[in-house]
């Protein structure tokens, strides 16, 4: 594998992990499932746990979001590398064909 087709996977994979963490938000099942919609002290609980499941949803969320960008940085990284690389390499080969053997 070049290091232009790693780059692409990575940006790829990067993207997907961002474009995936909208869909967390999405499982989130509602207050009723903790029993939120519950009088008294039951639905006291059922929404401080709701809460609780919001909340951790959200984080994981912004993780991933992260995550999928710091994946995209590394790709943009990767390919300025392999272009330094690329250059470095045609002026080694420069000299030695100014130079000789």
Not at 56 to 64: S, V
Request: aromatic residues 2%; charged residues 25%; proline residues 3%.
């Amino acid at each position: 594998m070049r290091i232009g087709q790693l780059a692409d996977r990575l940006e790829g994979a990067g993207n997907r992990l961002a474009a995936g963490a909208g869909a967390l938000a999405d499982t989130d099942p509602g207050a009723a499932a903790f029993g939120a919609d519950q009088p008294g002290r039951l639905g006291a609980v059922g929404r401080m746990l709701h809460q609780g499941c919001s909340a951790a949803l959200g984080g994981r969320e912004r993780e991933a979001a992260a995550h999928g960008a710091r994946l995209v940085d590394a790709a943009d990284l990767l390919r300025t590398a392999a272009a330094r690389y690329g250059q470095a390499d045609a002026a080694a080969r420069s000299r030695n064909e100014i130079e000789g053997p």
